[in-house]
């Protein structure tokens, strides 16, 4: 059903609610296809009007049923129970409307179109006038005291306690009678049918024989006058004074010179011609003007580079460089780990709780490590453990040889990534590394730079989608190892696995990152 349709429907039964047209409200209602839990009760509020408690159980069992947590739907339920005598099922709605108040005295619905404050108290006043109705006196009482602070504000405890006391039944409240959720007047109003074009207007030009015809921009004009624009110099109306010119008499014009003005009529028999400008009519010497070109003012084109992502290199790129042969033959269906950080996935027989049991306090000699791979794993160390012994234990956890993986650390403040090891130093220490008794790692198997001299390192600056199947392509933060400079634009590197040429201007050194072959 067409949210229009429901919204017509729905404020036509409104409007007979209104009219106190109670079968006109009910066939409205009847007629919307998908009720909402609004609409339901006031299907529900019109049956109770034409006194049809059964039927507007019905309807306050589907509004319910629409929204859970309505608790002036469970209110209206609870007196309607009680009127045919289902005392238990009024008890649980007095409950459960309760509950849904949230600890409020009051929920406000006109918001939500309802006209009508819902109070702790009247909800208070039901329970214990369903007591009643069961004659339990005594609770019925204890249900009216509990909130007899809340009560004094609004209602007359004295008189309700005295009606308890003499054993009378409580009368249950309700919503009263024609109170019904009504839509938004700003959906209403959207109902009505709008002319957006409006009544066409003949506009006619003042300059004769106008026959310009396009579509230009909005610019300021000033009253009066009207200056087509036309394309190239041909035919033109377009002209510019030579030299200045001072206004001799009247009807003429005084123009600066270089000044760009609009023929307004035709050359006359003193040489003089009408133009127009800066909003001004007026007659000049023909002699004095030149054809204006209009191509030549727009200005040339700006062909320096924007400040944005740089523009492609200008030189083309060589052919393929020789690429290394891996020392061992990739697995199938398998995808080299970059070095980003991976999403976590719980590694078998490692749990979060190990994980945490494992967490070094402040002040202990252990340390907690995370190390980055396909998916993520954690280990607790000695903070005295050695490279090696932590790349063995690493190893173990993932399954692989500790030969054919390389582990890189991140320096604070830096984006590149840093190998633990490098070759010809020693072995940076995992306090070095750790902050707070963790460190994290980067970990990659089988790397295919192995025996290849790295230069340096790049972080890329830009996304870079390679271009062909010699390219390197990368991401925003990628770590680049630069192999080789092929000329003064193109670089050679390796990043997550594969190695390619790239421009160098999609990337920038970051400082600190000079390492030496691993």
């Not at 042969?325 to 996935?345: C, F, H, I, L």
């Not at 989608?465 to 190892?481: K, M, R, S």
Request: proline share 7%; glycine share 8%.
């Amino acid at each position: 059903m067409l949210y229009t349709e429901l919204l017509r429907l729905w404020d036509e039964a409104v409007q007979a609610v209104d009219a106190r047209d109670w079968q006109t409200a009910l066939k409205k209602f009847q007629q919307i296809s998908e009720p909402t839990s609004r609409t339901l009760f006031g299907m529900a509020s019109v049956h109770l009007c034409l006194e049809q408690p059964v039927q507007a159980l019905k309807a306050l069992d589907l509004t319910i049923a629409k929204d859970e947590r309505l608790a002036v739907g469970f209110f209206q339920r609870a007196a309607v129970m009680m009127k045919v005598g289902r005392l238990e099922e009024a008890l649980s709605d007095c409950v459960w409307a309760q509950k849904h108040m949230r600890g409020n005295t009051l929920i406000d619905y006109n918001q939500l179109g309802l006209r009508f404050k819902l109070y702790s108290w009247q909800v208070l006043h039901n329970t214990a006038a369903v007591y009643c109705f069961m004659g339990q006196w005594d609770q019925a009482r204890e249900m009216l005291l509990s909130q007899a602070q809340d009560i004094r504000r609004v209602g007359n405890l004295e008189a309700t306690l005295e009606s308890v006391l003499r054993k009378e039944r409580l009368t249950p409240l309700q919503v009263p009678q024609g109170t019904v959720f009504r839509p938004r007047k700003q959906d209403v109003e959207q109902l009505k049918e709008k002319d957006y074009l409006g009544k066409s207007k003949v506009i006619s030009s003042i300059i004769p024989n106008d026959d310009f015809a396009g579509f230009e921009p909005n610019r300021m004009q000033k009253p009066g006058y009207y200056q087509p624009k036309t394309d190239g110099g041909n035919g033109s109306r377009y002209m510019r004074m030579g030299v200045p010119y001072m206004a001799r008499g009247p009807g003429q014009l005084t123009v600066p010179g270089g000044a760009v003005v609009f023929l307004f009529g035709e050359e006359d028999s003193d040489g003089m011609v009408t133009v127009i400008h800066d909003g001004q009519r007026g007659q000049v010497p023909f002699s004095l003007l030149k054809p204006e070109d209009v191509h030549t003012r727009k200005g040339k084109k700006d062909n320096r580079v924007p400040s944005g992502i740089p523009l492609p290199p200008g030189l083309q790129p060589p052919t393929r460089p020789k690429s290394h042969p891996p020392t061992a033959a990739p697995p199938q269906n398998t995808s080299p780990p970059a070095y980003a950080d991976a999403t976590y996935t719980q590694l078998p027989g490692f749990t979060a709780n190990a994980a945490s049991n494992q967490d070094a306090s402040p002040g202990s000699s252990s340390l907690l490590v995370k190390v980055h791979y396909t998916y993520t794993v954690a280990l607790s160390v000695p903070a005295d453990t050695s490279c090696r012994e932590l790349k063995e234990q690493i190893a173990q956890k993932l399954g692989q040889p500790a030969s054919n993986l390389r582990l890189r650390w991140r320096q604070q403040g830096y984006r590149a990534l840093k190998p633990l090891e490098v070759e010809g130093q020693p072995c940076r220490s995992l306090l070095e590394v750790s902050e707070a008794g963790r460190a994290t790692l980067w970990c990659q198997k089988e790397d295919p730079t192995v025996n290849c001299p790295i230069l340096y390192q790049m972080v890329a600056q830009y996304n870079y989608v390679a271009q062909g199947p010699e390219d390197l392509d990368f991401a925003e933060g990628d770590t680049i190892d630069v192999l080789g400079e092929v000329n003064d634009e193109w670089l050679e590197g390796h990043c997550a696995g594969r190695i390619g040429i790239f421009p160098s201007c999609f990337a920038y050194k970051d400082e600190g990152t000079q390492v030496s072959q691993l």
